[in-house]
Each structure stands twice: as structure tokens, then as C-alpha cells.
């Protein structure tokens, strides 16, 4: 803290622990035994982890710390670390997303966005190497997809592949690359014949270790602890057994792929919204102004009520959906096509609805809570320029709503 002015008397009750207590009053009810006993593990890990988070360091000194206890992600078995599936992951999303936002953004992009593929695409000895780093925390992973002139339109990549005698040649160039500067390994993507990229596209897990990876760091002032990439691809070889979908494959995991993504960062949204919130509640039940503490005043109070109604609503959906994609398809002897579908429409309505719903939450309870939430007295600051960039991350607010639009469009032909 730079400067205090926030009361004694408050700021000794702001504490992650009264986040949690508040948090599980409104949560725990909407959880089995399993679920609850998960987060309990999870809410004491966090309440340990907290006071040795530096927040002048990058986040990345902290993923051995994650890497030790199975926490780099969850949706897939990774050593003895259990229970695990969407549901999982989705509360431990939302629990890192109330200790760190920060940490919990560069924790998805390594664990989820890179580490996903290793177990739906690899079995290669090589594959399940990268796996062991990224899951431990050793090695810091990201994922390629963004170039800068393709950005929502993510198909038509200029990122080219070439085939030589022992492997595949990547050449281009990415942009946003959250843990490029960091990073070991990219889950990138390029295309045969940038006219026809949906039947030639390739995803290779690339290694820097491979040569012809460079990164500029891009400046982003507001998550200043994670590192994010301009990445040129100068002719990177890639050995064929880190290739992960070849000629047309890597367009069916890129978009297999987002569903998960978009999921996960659903759970970060619930996260930053309930943080907020409960800043916001244990703040003004405490300030007091005019002779009353200020949660008394309608204005305040019923403002709260009204972001609560709507973080409880986000929550559940987030939830369901989870629970859909774990019993109908993650943990089902055959998946369900009805259900897959489902999942990738309400992937992007929910990934549209909280990350939206982020910012809301956090701009208003700063109206709420008043001057001291825009210092760095509390954390509520930092949550809210977290909500800044969740909209865009994982496809943009019109590009979750341009697939929605195609849904409703395909309605014409059950009339
Ligand atoms: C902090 C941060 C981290 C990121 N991390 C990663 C990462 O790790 N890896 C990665 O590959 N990418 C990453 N991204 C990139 C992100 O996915 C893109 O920014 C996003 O897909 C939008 O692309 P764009 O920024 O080029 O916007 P553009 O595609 O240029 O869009 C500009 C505007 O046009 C709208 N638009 C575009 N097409 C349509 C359409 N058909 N209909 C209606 N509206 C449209 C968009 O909604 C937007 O409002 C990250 C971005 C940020 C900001």
C-alpha cells in the first residue's frame, strides 16, 4: 500500500477470509458434499498463498506454488490430483480469480489454454513432457491464435506451415500472446494454404527451445503482472511429435478448444464479480457517513441487492453449464452431440454475460463504496482493471454474439 487512509477498524475486516465466509454463505448451498469439500481445500491453500503475494513481482514466481498441489488446472486428471472435470475448474477459476485476478489470468492461459490440448490432443512422450512442466508450474505456457491482422476472424490465419522431411515449419507472426514473454511452450496455430485454412490448419505445441521464437513484451497497463507477447514465428521447426492436429485437425481442436476456454474464463468472471461484491458489502456495512454506516442508505444498499440478484443468476449458469459438460460429455461413456452443442452456444452467452457482467460490478460498487475503491487501499481497483480486458479475451462481446446470431438463425430450418 502506498499511502494508508483507509480506517484501521475497516481494513482489518477487508480480509480474504471474510471474502470467503461471505462467498460461501451464497455458494455453498448451490454445491454437493464433493464440491464443497473441493473448495474448503482451495479457499485454505489461497488463505495461505495470499500473504506471500508479492504485488510488486509478476505472477509467474507463484505457479510451483499452484504446480504443487494440482492447481494449474483441473478439467483433466494430471497425477493423483482429484476430483477433477469442468465443474472443478470453474470453482477453482472462481476462487483463484478472488486471491489474484492476475494470477488467475496467466494461470488459465498456461494451464487451460496451452496445458488443455497436451491431454485432448498429445500422446506423445514429447506431448506428455510439455504436459508434467506446464501442470508443475516449472514452465510457463500460451496460446497463439491472434495475429495482427486477424483477430475475431480467427479462421483466416496468415500464419503459414510447411511441410519439411522431419517435422513442420511455422512462419508469422501473433499478437496478445498472454505468458508470451515468459514462456516456454506455444499451442499455436497456422495454416497449409491460407485460401482454404479450415481443411489445412495445424496446431503445433512449439518450443522455444526449437529456435526462431522472439517476444516483445506489449504494454497493458491494466494487468502490469502479466507478461503479454508481440511473437514472431521466424521459420520454427517443429517436430512432428509436437504436432497436435495436422492438416485441417488444428481447426477442429481450435474450436474444440474454445469451449473449454470460454468456460474457464466464465469461472474467472464469477470470481472478479463475487470479489467485488464482497469488498463492496463488508466495506460499506462498516463506513459509516452522516451518523449511519453507508449499506443503510438505499442508494447503496439496494444498488448492492441488485448486483447480488445478478451475480447469483450468473453464477448458476456458469454452474449448469459445468455440470452439463461433465456429466453429458467429459465423464459420459459416449458423448452427447445435443449436449456438445448446447455447451458451445452457452459457452459464448455466458462467457458474453460475465465478462460484461465484471465490469459492471466492479465500476458500480466503486460508486458505492466511494473514493478509497479507486486507491490501492483495497483490492477492488485491481479487479476492476482485470473486468477491462475480459470482455475482449477469448473472442470479443460481438463475436459471442455473431455465434449466437448463427444459432438463432438455424432456427428457419426446424420451422
Ligand atoms: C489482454 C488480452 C489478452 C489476450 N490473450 C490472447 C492470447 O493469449 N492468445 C490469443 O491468441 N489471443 C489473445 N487475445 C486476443 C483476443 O482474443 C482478441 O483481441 C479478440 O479476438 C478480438 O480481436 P481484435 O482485438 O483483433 O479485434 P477485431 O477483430 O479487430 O475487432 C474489432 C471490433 O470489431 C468487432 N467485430 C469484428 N468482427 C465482427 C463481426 N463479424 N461482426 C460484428 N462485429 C465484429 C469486434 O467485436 C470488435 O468490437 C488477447 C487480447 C487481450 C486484449
Known amino acids: 500500500m502506498q499511502e494508508k487512509i483507509i480506517n484501521d477498524k475497516i481494513l482489518e475486516k477487508m480480509t480474504l477470509d471474510n471474502v470467503f465466509k461471505i462467498f460461501n454463505d451464497n455458494i455453498f448451498p448451490m454445491l454437493n458434499d464433493e464440491e464443497v469439500e473441493y473448495c474448503q481445500e482451495l479457499e485454505s491453500f489461497c488463505l495461505e498463498l495470499h500473504p506471500k503475494i508479492d504485488k510488486s513481482k509478476d505472477v509467474y514466481v507463484l505457479f510451483p506454488e499452484l504446480g504443487k498441489h494440482g492447481y494449474m488446472q483441473r478439467i483433466n486428471k494430471w497425477r493423483d490430483f482429484e476430483p477433477y472435470g469442468m465443474k472443478k475448474e470453474i470453482l477453482l477459476a472462481t476462487i483463484m480469480s ?11 492461459a498456461s494451464g487451460i489454454l496451452c496445458g488443455n490440448p497436451t491431454f485432448q490432443h498429445g500422446d506423445t512422450s514429447e506431448i506428455l513432457k510439455v504436459q508434467d512442466e506446464l501442470m508443475s508450474g516449472k514452465e510457463v505456457g500460451c496460446i497463439g491464435i491472434t495475429e495482427p491482422e486477424r483477430g475475431s476472424d480467427a479462421v483466416n490465419l496468415t500464419t503459414t506451415c510447411t511441410k519439411v522431411d522431419d517435422g513442420i515449419v511455422f512462419s508469422g507472426e ?9 514462456a516456454k511452450y506455444f499451442a499455436c496455430y497456422g495454416v497449409y494454404d491460407t485460401e482454404h485454412p479450415r481443411q489445412t490448419m495445424v496446431q503445433g505445441m512449439l518450443s522455444r527451445d526449437f529456435g526462431g521464437i522472439e517476444t516483445k513484451r506489449l504494454k497493458i497497463n491494466s494487468v502490469p503482472r502479466v507478461h503479454i507477447a508481440h511473437t514472431f514465428l521466424n521459420d520454427v521447426k517443429v517436430p512432428m511429435e509436437y504436432i497436435l492436429g495436422d ?12 469451449v473449454p476456454e470460454r468456460l474457464g474464463i466464465m ?22 457517513q452522516f451518523g449511519k454506516t453507508v449499506i443503510n442508505y438505499q442508494g447503496v444498499g439496494y444498488s448492492l441487492g441488485d448486483l447480488l440478484s445478478k451475480c447469483s443468476a450468473a453464477t448458476s449458469l456458469a454452474f449448469q453449464a459445468a455440470t452439463i459438460y461433465d ?23 455466458g462467457k458474453y454475460l460475465l465478462s460484461k457482467l465484471t465490469h459492471e460490478v466492479c465500476y458500480e460498487v466503486q460508486q458505492q463504496m466511494g473514493g478509497v475503491s479507486v486507491t ?4 477492488v481497483d485491481e479487479l476492476m482493471d482485470v473486468s477491462k480486458i475480459e470482455e475482449v479475451i477469448g473472442g470479443a462481446r460481438n463475436i459471442q454474439l455473431l455465434i449466437l446470431h448463427g444459432g438463432l438463425r438455424r432456427y428457419s430450418k426446424i420451422l
Open 98 to 108: 478472488i486471491c489474484d485476478p492476475q494470477l488467475e489470468l496467466a494461470r488459465l
Open 174 to 182: 501473433k499478437v496478445f500472446t498472454t505468458n508470451g514473454p515468459k
Open 267 to 288: 469461472g474467472s468472471g464469477v470470481g472478479i464479480c463475487w470479489a467485488g461484491l464482497i469488498y463492496a458489502i463488508i466495506y460499506t456495512n462498516l463506513r459509516q
Open 376 to 379: 490501492d487501499n483495497t483490492p
Open 327 to 349: 456429466d453429458k460429455i467429459l465423464f459420459a461413456d459416449k458423448p452427447s452431440k445435443e449436449a456438445e452443442k448446447w455447451v458451445a452456444g452457452v459457452s459464448s452467452q
Open 247 to 258: 492438416n485441417g485437425g488444428g481447426y477442429h481442436n481450435l474450436f474444440n478448444g474454445l
